[in-house]
């Protein structure tokens, strides 16, 4: 610590807002223009948008807005057992009540009091405790005492410059691969929907993978292989279940986040992981289950789910080998564009996340940093 710097407690720099949820029953409340983010939707650090909207309505019944330039921080779910969902909001948006919304009061920017909370991750993971449900909870006495360093207002604006500078660098990497997938989808629609082969044949997807189950990976040591969960990576572990292509799909949960691997991964119990039968198939496999709307073909009751044997029926024309081979040379540069951007993006998160601490603690001098 800088002995220049002074010391507050974060409850003292930041109101913190709960948040709330409309009732499920009421169509009225649902389906209006102001994203709604909740434990789920709350993956990325920054937040403008949600796979779920709320109107007026359900504004006025149960939930809250958070403001623009404000900090959501997850303080309830499961989510908070494989990391610390946290993230500036970047339009207006609605939030839930296992969320809450940071707001400085103005004598320390929100900028640095969010890359502050990310320097905080691993402690904070440690102070994770536990529901009667067995979900992940933050005592918000706990938070509200959390001591901030405040340094200089030019040092705090040359940190944030930093952290800044690295997460835009990431979030220009995600859009141009949001960009590339796009690209592969609409050349998969263009061959494969738009103008198929009247002589290809009907079958069903049983026909193109062999579906298998993950497995729990509570009893793993930590490692390099990543752990797939339908939120997308958990943690890494010391061996891999599969080391070939394939398509993840949920079989709990989110349903329709699925997902393409072609690295040596770990698949949780609640997550299929596929086989494929055919050369040059999985690409294929990917886009063709992606636009589909597994939500609609739920099999559970409480919690979401998928079985195999809706999976195995589902008909698909299934291309000729020469097609399933135009198709892969086409796209497959895409995708080695889109890993070599995951793999900088998870660099650069990994120098970010090693540099933050120091830098908040002082322990470095943000000048001495060269990007």
Same mark, same amino acid.
């Given at each position: 610590?800088?002995?220049?710097?002074?010391?507050?407690? +974060?409850?003292?720099?930041v109101s913190f807002a709960s948040g709330g949820t409309p009732s499920k029953k009421r169509d009225d409340y649902w389906g209006g223009t102001i994203p709604? =983010?909740?434990?789920?939707?709350?993956?990325?650090e920054n937040i403008d948008t949600s796979d779920l909207f709320?109107?007026?309505?359900?504004?006025? %019944?149960g939930s809250?807005? %958070?403001?623009?330039?404000? =900090?959501?921080? +997850?303080?309830?779910?499961?989510?908070?057992?494989?990391? =610390?969902?946290i993230a500036r909001v970047e339009k207006d948006v609605a939030f839930n009540q296992d969320i809450k919304c940071l707001d400085s009061y103005g004598e320390v920017e929100n900028e640095f009091i969010f890359y502050w909370l990310l320097s905080q991750k691993d402690y904070l993971m440690a102070k994770v405790g536990v529901t009667g449900i067995g979900a992940g909870k933050f005592d918000l006495?706990?938070?509200?005492?959390?001591?901030?360093? $405040?340094?200089?207002?030019?040092?705090?604006?040359? $940190?944030?410059?930093?952290?800044s500078s690295i997460s835009e660098k990431i979030r220009c990497n995600a859009k141009v691969n949001d960009n590339l997938e796009q690209q592969a989808q %609409? =050349?998969?629609s263009s061959m494969f929907i738009d103008n198929p082969d009247p002589a290809w044949s009907h079958g069903h997807l049983s026909d193109l993978i062999t579906v298998k189950y993950g497995k729990d990976h509570k009893k793993l040591a930590d490692g390099i292989y990543p752990v797939y969960g339908s939120g997308g990576i958990m943690r890494y572990v010391e061996r891999p279940l599969y080391n070939k292509e394939s398509v993840l799909i949920p079989r709990k949960g989110t349903l329709n986040n699925v997902m393409y691997v072609n690295q040596p991964f770990w698949s949780v119990d609640t997550m299929f992981y596929t086989e494929m039968k055919l050369p040059n198939v999985a690409k294929f496999v990917y886009h063709f289950?992606?636009?589909?709307? +597994?939500?609609?073909?739920?099999?559970?009751? %409480?919690?979401?789910?998928?079985?195999t044997d809706i999976l195995n029926a589902m008909e698909v024309v299934i291309p000729s080998a020469s097609a399933l081979e135009e198709f892969e040379s086409l796209v497959a540069p895409m995708y080695e564009a889109m890993e070599a951007n995951d793999v900088q993006s998870k660099a650069l998160s990994?120098?970010?996340?090693?540099?933050?601490p120091k830098l908040m603690s002082g322990e470095i001098d943000v000048s001495a940093v060269q990007l």
């Open positions: 610590m800088k002995s220049e710097w002074t010391y507050r407690p +974060l409850g003292e720099l709604w =983010i909740s434990a789920k939707t709350l993956k990325t709320i109107t007026e309505e359900g504004l006025k %019944a809250k807005i %958070a403001p623009k330039g404000s =900090i959501l921080l +997850l303080t309830r779910g499961s989510g908070l057992f494989n990391g =610390i969902p006495d706990f938070l509200q005492k959390l001591m901030v360093p $405040i340094p200089s207002e030019r040092e705090r604006k040359s $940190i944030v410059g930093f952290a %609409a =050349i998969y289950v992606k636009a589909k709307d +597994l939500a609609s073909m739920n099999a559970g009751s %409480a919690v979401p789910s998928m079985t990994q120098m970010r996340d090693t540099l933050l």
